[in-house]
């Protein structure tokens, strides 16, 4: 072989070998996957979906902040409510998130509280303030239908008088409208619908309850509580939980 033909041959073998090694390059370095399933029942802010895909919201933002923090790549598994916690039985889903234990019956490992959840009784001002929820008795509060709540139950009982809708911001417009004069949503719900413009004459919200919500983990998954727990408190420490809430309540007050 003369010296230019061994030239080109070099010149050819080193072009073919950064060829394979741009092919090979992305499955040696790719990160490990994160399956987060997400309720399609959900709205914003909790969830807003584009195409059947989960497209904003705190389930999107803070699946991506998790695995952002345990170095994996997040996919999101948008599903029916009832069939989540099958997803999780089969290991079609590592983990679902801003849940509490009793919504969610399964052998599944539960992350510690960490995202803050305020449920509320929103009072239209066209009736006198609630102040405790006996106010609320025998009076049709706007409720969302297969939803459970074991304040108002215990609170009331038989004076629970149920309005069922199918979402919050569907009964929000119930209030708006003058159809009901009260409505049970979450403080974040409540917040994005007055950040959106839609318009409510209400009073200061009478809160229900406060609690931290969780992670629920597939025991079939790929991951485990003491990474997802690192992952948890990393996120907390840093204040993306707190960035995650604002960014769906910027300029409401």
């Given at each position: 072989m003369?010296?230019?033909?061994y030239t080109?041959?070099a010149?050819?073998a080193g072009?073919?070998l950064?060829a394979l090694?741009?092919?090979?390059?992305?499955?040696?370095?790719?990160?490990?996957?994160l399956?987060v399933?997400?309720d399609t029942g959900?709205?914003?802010?909790?969830?807003?979906f584009?195409d059947?895909?989960l497209?904003?919201?705190?389930h999107?933002?803070?699946?991506?902040?998790?695995?952002?923090k345990m170095g994996r790549?997040v996919n999101f598994?948008?599903l029916?409510?009832?069939?989540?916690?099958?997803?999780?039985e089969?290991g079609?889903?590592?983990?679902v998130c801003?849940?509490?234990?009793p919504?969610?019956p399964g052998?599944f490992?539960w992350t510690?509280g960490?995202?803050?959840?305020?449920?509320v009784?929103v009072?239209s001002?066209?009736?006198p303030?609630?102040?405790?929820?006996?106010?609320?008795?025998?009076?049709?509060?706007?409720?969302?239908l297969?939803y459970y709540?074991?304040?108002l139950e215990?609170a009331?009982?038989?004076?629970?008088v149920?309005?069922?809708g199918?979402?919050?911001?569907?009964?929000?417009r119930?209030i708006a409208?003058?159809?009901?004069h009260?409505a049970i949503t979450?403080?974040n719900?409540?917040d994005?619908y007055?950040?959106?413009g839609e318009?409510l004459?209400i009073?200061?919200?009478?809160v229900?309850?406060?609690?931290?919500?969780?992670?629920?983990?597939?025991p079939?998954?790929?991951?485990?509580?003491?990474?997802?727990?690192?992952?948890?408190d990393?996120?907390?420490k840093?204040?993306s939980?707190n960035?995650?809430i604002?960014?769906?309540?910027s300029?409401l007050?």
């Open positions: 003369d010296r230019q033909a080109d041959w010149r050819r072009h073919a950064i090694a741009v092919m090979l390059a992305p499955a040696a370095v790719a990160a490990p996957l399956t399933a997400v959900t709205e914003m802010p909790m969830a807003g584009k059947g895909q497209a904003a919201g705190f999107k933002d803070l699946g991506e902040a998790l695995a952002g790549a598994l948008p029916p409510r009832k069939r989540i916690a099958m997803a999780l089969d079609q889903a590592d983990m801003l849940y509490l234990p919504w969610l052998k490992q510690r960490f995202f803050p959840v305020a449920e009784v009072s001002t066209a009736v303030r609630p102040k405790t929820l006996r106010d609320l008795s025998g009076q049709p509060i706007a409720t969302v297969g709540y074991p304040e215990a009331l009982g038989k004076q629970f149920r309005d069922d199918y979402s919050s911001s569907g009964n929000l119930k409208a003058g159809r009901l009260h979450q403080q719900t409540l994005y007055l950040k959106v318009k004459s009073h200061p919200p009478l229900i309850k406060r609690y931290q919500a969780r992670c629920a983990l597939s079939k998954g790929r991951v485990r509580v003491p990474e997802i727990g690192k992952a948890i990393q996120i907390v840093d204040g939980v960035k995650i604002s960014n769906y309540q300029h007050r």
